[in-house]
């Protein structure tokens, strides 16, 4: 089983930038690939950005495209987010995810085996 400690949420403006950190611990000598979601108030949970293992190969979710850049540090056992341009909308809880046993990128939360706990992201307009 693999523990997954996200930070780096808070309060921003609209336009305003953030970088999301997610912390891998335990099991984490297989291969995998890693994702990014959130749930916004009243709504479900929705993919946002996903990464190989490798890094060459990432996906995105059509409505941070352009602006949402998902990395990873395999050495550090850490994935990151980083959002710019942020708007109202991109409110939520942002969910970093494990995909176990696949180094491929995954768009479905079914994929994903291990989740941490969320981090809150606000974006005031």
């Known amino acids: 089983q693999v523990q997954l400690v996200e930070s780096g949420g808070g309060l921003v403006q609209a336009g305003g930038s953030l970088r999301l950190s997610c912390a891998a611990s335990g099991r984490t000598f297989s291969i995998h690939a890693m994702g990014w979601f959130r749930r916004a108030p009243g709504k479900e949970r929705e993919f946002v950005a996903s990464i190989n293992w490798s890094s060459i190969s990432t996906a995105y979710a059509d409505s941070v495209k352009g602006r949402f850049t998902i990395s990873r540090d395999n050495a550090k056992n850490m994935a990151y987010l980083q959002m710019n341009s942020l708007t109202p909308e991109d409110t939520a809880v942002y969910y970093c995810?494990?995909?176990?046993?696949?180094?491929?990128?995954?768009?479905?939360?079914?994929?994903?085996?291990?989740w941490g706990q969320g981090t809150q992201v606000t974006v005031s307009s």
């Open positions: 995810a494990w995909r176990r046993n696949s180094g491929n990128y995954g768009t479905r939360e079914a994929e994903y085996a291990d």
